[in-house]
């Protein structure tokens, strides 16, 4: 999960590759999520204790929100191109209640093989 997570950060930028299954729920789905519930957890804890130390913690958890749409943009573009879909299909979350569980149905979608 470390090498994944890794992998989500060093390939921000890359929109051109593929990303299998793995790297894609490991690297930008699950690491992600256990450092949003850290982050809330330290935010929580830091505003008990003093209120400037929660703002500090705010900050922190607002900037990381930011800094990881571009990332969780190319690993899902990367991830479509791996299960044989163009990378217009980004835009299927934005199709009321059945656009999310499509795109995520098309995440779980297996590797296609190379022509």
Do not use: H
């Not at 992600?32 to 330290?42: A, C, E, G, P, S």
Request: overall charge positive; charged content about 15%; glycine content about 8%.
């Amino acid at each position: 999960m470390i090498e994944a997570y890794k992998s989500f950060w060093t390939k921000a930028f890359d929109f051109k590759g593929k990303s299998n299954r793995s790297d894609y729920w490991l690297g930008g789905v699950l690491a992600n999520f256990i450092v949003y519930i850290l982050l809330i957890i330290l935010m929580t804890v830091a505003v008990s204790i003093n209120d400037v130390l929660g703002g500090l913690f705010s900050a922190i958890y607002i900037l990381y929100s930011l800094g990881q749409i571009i990332p969780g943009l190319s690993i899902s573009i990367r991830r479509l191109r791996d299960a044989g879909k163009e990378w217009a299909w980004i835009f299927i979350n934005f199709v009321p209640f059945v656009g999310g569980v499509w795109f995520i149905v098309l995440m779980c979608a297996p590797t296609l093989p190379s022509a």
